[in-house]
């Protein structure tokens, strides 16, 4: 908990000062690549309420969407999809900085929302789409969670014959036990993750698969969006399991039956993965030599960095840049994660991102 303080502390008033001192400039030669590829998830109009960190955090308001497209534009930034990034990486074409935009899970806002301002400015953008989502099988638990920390004061329950307890009085109490909770809803190998969520939510009569409907794309939403050129539909498995509870045989299956069904629904080919949950916690070599038999051109982790050549030798583990309106309010500080300065320091001045 110590280094994460630490951590805010140097993003919250180092990095700014590098800023506006340029000497972020320093690290943009040999730290921000050929480009970066952007992480999304919602795209919504900001509520007026409290909330997790670890969930507002995710979001992102369309003003700050259309501010960060402006600025990059005037930065003489390069829009490209994720095919030409593959393109640009196997053929060492090194042309202007690009970005290219993706957005995790399939949220319905990103239809309402983002895909207006990117159809305006032209941007190409690749939506990775969970299947049970827009199945409405599954809904994103982590938001059933928020609601449930912010209208109680603690939470008692039962999970797999062990009992749990949570003060949630104040604001840190719920913030940490937002993360307590999760860790503990996701730690088990071997184990379906859906069961451990449904027993969960069971103690408080509450099916989170509701939220479905109101908070995820469905499928005419999704068919719509791939007949766009400028959009992109890619694969981020079945459930939304972290990968490396899984068995190689489940992984696989996750995967290339959540790319089937895509490819099913809007009839074009799927060449695009994203991991879900994919840090280093999370996802490392054996689930990157798993993905990587699946075959598709890119796959994208959660882990911070830039593009460079040598990504060409791991395409099925590309890094992207976290695109956070709550830490970065100025659209200018995301700069500081596109041409390098963060991603160096993150990463102890390693380029290519790999375990």
Same mark, same amino acid.
């Given at each position: 908990m110590y280094k994460k303080t630490i951590?805010?502390?140097?993003?919250?008033?180092?990095?700014?000062?590098?800023?506006?001192?340029?000497?972020?400039?320093l690290f943009k030669f040999a730290y921000s690549g050929m480009g970066s590829i952007l992480m999304f998830h919602r795209?919504?109009?900001?509520?007026?309420?409290?909330?997790?960190?670890?969930?507002?955090g995710l979001e992102v308001t369309p003003e700050y969407l259309e501010k960060l497209i402006q600025f990059f534009i005037n930065k003489n930034y390069e829009f490209i999809s994720l095919d030409d990034v593959h393109k640009q990486l196997r053929e060492g074409n090194t042309r202007k900085k690009f970005l290219a935009f993706t957005f995790d899970d399939g949220y319905a806002d990103n239809y309402e929302h983002a895909y207006p301002i990117l159809k305006k400015y032209s941007i190409p953008s690749t939506i990775y789409v969970?299947?049970?989502?827009?199945?409405?099988?599954?809904?994103?638990?982590?938001?059933?969670?928020?609601?449930l920390l912010l209208e109680n004061d603690s939470l008692k329950f039962d999970l797999e014959k062990k009992s749990h307890e949570f003060q949630s009085r104040t604001f840190q109490e719920k913030e940490e036990a937002f993360r307590n909770i999760r860790h503990l809803l996701m730690a088990a190998r071997g184990e379906d993750p859906a069961s451990r969520i449904k027993e969960f939510f069971s103690f408080f009569n509450i099916n989170p698969e509701h939220l479905?409907?109101?908070?995820?794309?469905?499928?005419?939403?999704?068919?719509?969006?791939?007949?766009? !050129?400028? =959009?992109?539909?890619?694969?981020?498995?079945?459930?939304?399991?972290? #990968?490396?509870? %899984? &068995?190689?045989?489940?992984?696989?299956?996750e995967?290339?039956?959540?790319?089937?069904?895509?490819?099913?629904?809007?009839?074009r080919k799927v060449s695009h993965f994203s991991y879900?949950?994919?840090?280093?916690?999370?996802v490392n070599e054996r689930e990157f030599a798993i993905i990587k038999e699946c075959g598709f051109k890119t796959s994208t982790?959660?882990?911070?960095?830039?593009?460079?050549?040598?990504?060409?030798?791991?395409l099925e583990?590309? !890094?992207? =840049?976290?695109?956070?309106?709550?830490?970065?309010?100025?659209?200018? #500080?995301?700069? %500081? &994660?596109?041409n390098g300065t963060i991603p160096c320091v993150m990463n102890k001045f390693k380029r290519v991102i790999t375990t």
């Open positions: 951590k805010k502390k140097i993003i919250k008033f180092f990095f700014p000062a590098l800023l506006h001192t340029q000497a972020h400039l795209i919504c109009p900001e509520e007026n309420r409290p909330r997790i960190q670890g969930n507002s969970s299947t049970n989502y827009p199945e409405r099988k599954l809904a994103p638990w982590w938001c059933t969670l928020e609601r479905a409907e109101e908070l995820m794309l469905s499928w005419e939403q999704i068919i719509e969006l791939s007949k766009d !050129p400028l =959009i992109d539909i890619g694969a981020h498995t079945i459930n939304h399991f972290p #990968l490396n509870k %899984l &068995s190689k045989e489940e992984i696989k299956h995967v290339l039956e959540s790319q089937k069904q895509i490819e099913s629904k809007i009839q879900p949950f994919g840090s280093k916690d999370e982790t959660t882990r911070w960095g830039n593009i460079f050549p040598d990504h060409v030798n791991h583990c590309l !890094p992207r =840049i976290h695109v956070n309106e709550k830490r970065d309010s100025d659209v200018r #500080l995301l700069s %500081l &994660s596109v």
